[in-house]
Nanobody, 115 residues
Framework: VQLQASGGGLVQPGESLRLSCAAS????????MGWYRQAPGKQRELVAN???????TYLDSVKGRFTISRDSANNTIFLEMNSLKPEDTAVYFC??????????WGQGTQVTVSS
């Protein structure tokens, strides 16, 4: 299983970005897909997750600003990020959890929010 993340970039505070993560390879079933982020000197944290039932989970600090969505037919997830803040600056990683609860990680995409 390979994950390809894209969509990061440099934006000003208050602007928006949309991240995409496409999974490829032999995938029988997906228990969940999500986005994590890691800022310099900090631990990686869960930003948003969607599970097989369609339930979503968000980091408190992004609730109301970020939206995770999924294109199941293409094993792709998206993260719509609005009203971005400097504290959202991080490398964003996507993760897929398969039917055996094995996690696969994408390569990360840099998001920088700065004026």
């Amino acid at each position: 299983v390979q994950l390809q993340a894209s969509g990061g970039g440099l934006v000003q505070p208050g602007e928006s970005l949309r991240l995409s993560c496409a999974a490829s390879g032999v995938i029988f079933s997906i228990n969940g897909m999500g986005w994590y982020r890691q800022a310099p000197g900090k631990q990686r944290e869960l930003v948003a997750n969607t599970n097989i039932g369609g339930s979503t989970t968000y980091l408190d600090s992004v609730k109301g600003r970020f939206t995770i969505s999924r294109d199941s037919a293409n094993n792709t997830i998206f993260l719509e990020m609005n009203s971005l803040k400097p504290e959202d600056t991080a490398v964003y990683f996507c993760r897929l959890t398969d039917e055996n609860w094995i996690h696969y990680w994408g390569q990360g995409t840099q998001v920088t929010v700065s004026s």
